[in-house]
């Protein structure tokens, strides 16, 4: 599976778009990109995904450029609640094992 | 509402001591998973299961065992804790395509 870099850290003010970043320049054709995030203490929680076209959900939009080599995870309104971990994983369709990197760690002040 | 059901959610043991880690789901999904999550790092993949096939990782330890007797239910088995395997046990579930469901994890202490 294809190895992504995330920056370690992030601030965002409440109520501000939250735009958080992912490389993944080794991806290959048949590879997904997933997005979880982890609040302290507790597991993680999907929030998006995709292969090739931008997509939306109630949680977040998902934004992955043309060359597929990166993407950006958007959280329009982020609050105090959306502070976590968010892990960008690069995994193949035909299986669901997630290999977890080091995250980015989003904290929103008020 | 919970959909994957880690028990206990605090579990201490004493150094060498067998300690078996449960996880159910009400989601009738055919994959499960184990994952170990020490402090400050990220989730690492212990294992997994597609229906009764077990699939291990290369690297983990042969202390660490696993059970699925049934769809519901599937179990970690630690024969001889060691200090180094304080962390947090996440259980996970899937269908074959899709997101994960993490369970809220059991904190493993060993003294």
């Known amino acids: 599976d294809a190895k992504t870099t995330q920056p370690p850290s992030m601030d965002c003010a409440e109520g501000r778009a939250a735009n958080l970043p992912c490389n993944h320049s080794t991806i290959s054709g048949n590879e997904y990109v997933y997005w979880y995030r982890q609040i302290h203490s507790q597991g993680p929680q999907y929030i998006i995904h995709g292969l090739k076209n931008n997509e939306t959900n109630e949680m977040a939009s998902l934004i992955i450029t043309e060359d597929r080599k990166s993407s950006t995870l958007i959280l329009p309104h982020a609050t105090l609640r959306d502070t976590a971990v968010y892990y960008c994983i690069v995994t193949r369709g035909a299986t669901n094992k997630l290999i977890f990197g080091t995250g980015t760690l989003l904290a929103v002040q008020p | ?111």
């Open chain 2, 1 to 111: 509402d919970a959909m994957v059901i880690q028990n206990p959610r605090y579990q201490v043991t004493q150094f060498g001591k067998p300690v078996t880690l449960s996880c159910s789901q009400t989601l009738n999904h055919n994959v499960m998973y184990w994952y170990q999550q020490k402090s400050s790092q990220a989730p690492k993949l212990l294992f997994h299961y597609y229906d009764k096939d077990f699939n291990n990782e290369a690297d983990t330890p042969d202390n660490f065992q696993s059970r699925r007797p049934n769809t519901s239910f599937c179990f970690l088995d630690i024969r001889s804790p060691g200090l180094g395997d304080t962390a947090m046990y996440l259980c996970a579930t899937s269908r074959e395509l899709g997101e994960l469901f993490f369970g809220s994890g059991t904190q493993l202490s060993v003294l």
